[in-house]
Every structure is written in structure tokens, then in C-alpha cells.
């Protein structure tokens, strides 16, 4: 199962660095933003899997915290760094909100404890997708944290490795 998590890795870190640029990334400045949320999203993944070996560590719902910790860190900590000269924060926001709208799916159908409202990062999502359906001004997304609760029950094995593979591959692929 390692080495196909290590091929999706590395096949997701091809694909995004060799995907279209845009005229306004092809500046010195843009591509070290562009390197530096690169290896952001490399050390959020590395941290990940660092947990993930480390195995449960008896407190509940250990995937749902850590599923969390992943995203917070590979989406809204890593994504923020786009912030600025070569991408607005409305372009940025609007990436990652197609990215945890895609991952959420997977997190509720996935992970039995999972809850959004212990995730910063994906309560503050479904805020802005509330808001945006009622017409109202969007919720601010999270500087960054951890899932707020502890959960209760403890998910299967399998559930967390095809949790990782989906965070992994989608939090790629919304900036191919």
C-alpha cells in the first residue's frame, strides 16, 4: 500500500508542477511562491505520514483528527502562501473551497466519527457555502489549527489509508 501512496505522490507532484502557468506565474517571485507551497504541501504530507506510522494513540476518532490536521495544513496553511502578488485571496479561497467541498464527501463517507464542525478548515467552508447560497458575505477562512474535539469511536485501518490517498490526490489536484 506504501509504494501506491508513494506513486501518487510523487504522480501528483509531476502533474502540478508540470501543469499550465499562467502569464502572471511566470515572474521569479510567482515560482517561489509556487516552490514554497510545493514543499509546504510535501511537509504537510510527510507529517501525515510520520502520524499515520505512529499509529492510533488511544484518544477516539484518531483518523478524524488527523484527516484534519492534514487538510488544515495541505489546504488552508499551504494554500494561504498563494495569497498576494500572483493570486488574489478570492482566487485562493475559491480553490480551496472546491478542494474541501471534494474531500468532504470522502471524509463523511469514509470516516464514521468524522464531524465538520470539530474542523476549522472545513466548518469554515460549509460556512462559506452557506453564506454564498443565502447571498450573505462569506465566513473568513481559519488561520490554522487543529480539529477543536476529541471524537468518539475509532475508524478501521483501511478507511484511514483510502482517506490519505483521496486527501493527497485532491489537495493536489485543485492546483494542477
Known amino acids: 500500500m506504501r509504494w501506491l501512496l508513494s506513486l501518487i505522490f510523487s504522480a501528483g507532484l509531476v502533474l502540478f508542477t508540470e501543469g499550465s502557468v499562467r502569464a502572471r506565474r511566470d515572474t521569479a517571485a510567482c515560482q517561489k511562491v509556487h516552490d514554497e507551497f510545493v514543499k509546504c504541501t510535501q511537509k504537510a504530507y510527510a507529517d501525515y505520514q510520520t502520524d499515520y506510522a505512529k499509529g492510533e494513540d488511544g484518544k477516539p476518532d484518531w483518523a ?74 462569506p465566513a473568513p477562512a481559519p488561520e490554522a489549527g487543529e480539529q477543536n474535539a476529541e471524537p468518539t469511536e475509532a475508524p478501521t485501518g483501511s478507511a484511514t489509508n483510502i482517506t490519505a490517498s483521496v486527501l493527497f490526490v485532491l489537495v493536489l489536484g485543485i492546483f494542477i
Open 64 to 137: 478524524a483528527r488527523k484527516s484534519c490536521n492534514y487538510m488544515t495544513a495541505a489546504v488552508e496553511d499551504c494554500g494561504n502562501k498563494l495569497v498576494g502578488e500572483c493570486k488574489t485571496e478570492e482566487e485562493v479561497t475559491a480553490r480551496k473551497d472546491e478542494q474541501l467541498k471534494n474531500v468532504l464527501v470522502k471524509l463523511k463517507s469514509s470516516i464514521a466519527a468524522w464531524d465538520s464542525d470539530k474542523c476549522p478548515a472545513i466548518k469554515a467552508h460549509v460556512e462559506r457555502m452557506k453564506a454564498a447560497e443565502a447571498g450573505d458575505a
